[in-house]
DNA sequence: CGCCGATTGTTGACACGTCAACCTCGCTCG
DNA sequence: CGAGCGAGGTTGACGTGTCAACAATCGGCG
């Protein structure tokens, strides 16, 4: 959202890095606040909630130790604490103590959470599709999508330990 | 940061449109963490604190109504109203009553305040080259920035009106 | 067995952003 | 003139994310 690199973009210093990194700034905003937006308007759910619960809906039997929810999202430890528990508080997850390793604790929807999952994986992949192809046109979509590919395998390569 | 779509990537509606925005996720959060930490790191702001300090620094005279902050920045008014609270209280910008107009204010920036915001520009520019410039190769910029123009011009002309 | 380091999670303090409610001021129109 | 509308700004409550400190547990090694 914010955009410092717009008004970098206008000093005398013009490289192509900042104005690039301008743009990318505002359109990634844009389109992420369009497709957050549809989702609490929707299910009354944050993006963090709904990774959550979507996290869960993909594996098979619907439940994670926090451990692997933690790699899965590759989220700080304190922040999947904190949302876990504000989870549970609204009855969206239930936590019990993993019999193998007590240091861990599992992971399971309740049935309204279970419910809201479905609901928030069905308005993601729409808002996600209209937000997109509003901006994008389909030939912009794909080159996009190899440019953003070859990125992600070089950060995959320098990947830096989890804190 | 927030990894929705990485899940609905590996989903049954394997849509292009939802692969592309989980790359742009990664990626976005990728680039972002490390320029903004590389801000934290060598001047103590946050993003928000350097896109304040770095507009005022662009002014002819180096103050600016909120009004036309908050329009430069295209930020909601409650949201630059706390944020400027916060630097004036660390000592980084004072306000002053508008005298034509009693609701608006003047923002200006203290010494302490324009000596961070000439460091913000430094470092925020070298570290979003470094960013960029280690994940994207020239012709990946160039065509990346090619892009972004457009959809940018595309965001314009739909232009939502601010709350 | 017992200790120590590594791993896992929790907590508290703080910064940030959004929403809704509110205040204040300027302006228009009856 | 004055009532009310609208724009600009503030505030408080809340959810969120980060950092640092802490607690609990596991695992290996003497």
Redesign the pocket.
């Known amino acids: 959202?914010?955009t410092i690199g717009a008004i970098l973009a206008s000093m005398d210093r013009c490289d192509a890095a900042i104005i690039a990194w301008s743009r990318l700034q505002v359109v990634y905003g844009h389109l992420a606040?369009q497709i957050n937006?549809a989702l609490y308007r929707e299910t009354g759910l944050?993006?963090?909630?709904a990774a959550v619960l979507i996290a869960l809906l993909e594996t098979p039997n619907e439940s994670l130790?926090?451990?692997e929810l933690?790699c899965g999202l590759a989220?700080?430890?304190?922040?999947?604490?904190?949302?876990?528990?504000?989870m549970e508080a609204r009855g969206l997850i239930e936590?019990t103590t993993c019999p193998e390793?007590?240091?861990?604790?599992l992971i399971r929807m309740t049935p309204e959470g279970f419910e809201l999952a479905e609901r928030a994986r069905t308005v993601l992949g729409r808002a996600i599709r209209t937000s997109l192809e509003g901006a994008l046109d389909g030939d912009q979509l794909a080159e996009l999508e190899t440019m953003l590919a070859a990125v992600v395998a070089h950060l995959d390569s320098h990947a830096e330990p989890l804190?």
Chains 1, 2 share one sequence.
Do not use: I, P, T, V
């Not at 989220?75 to 504000?86: G, P, T």
């Open positions: 959202m914010s606040g937006r944050s993006d963090a909630d130790h926090s451990f933690r989220w700080e430890k304190s922040r999947l604490s904190h949302q876990l528990r504000r936590r390793d007590n240091r861990s604790s804190s």
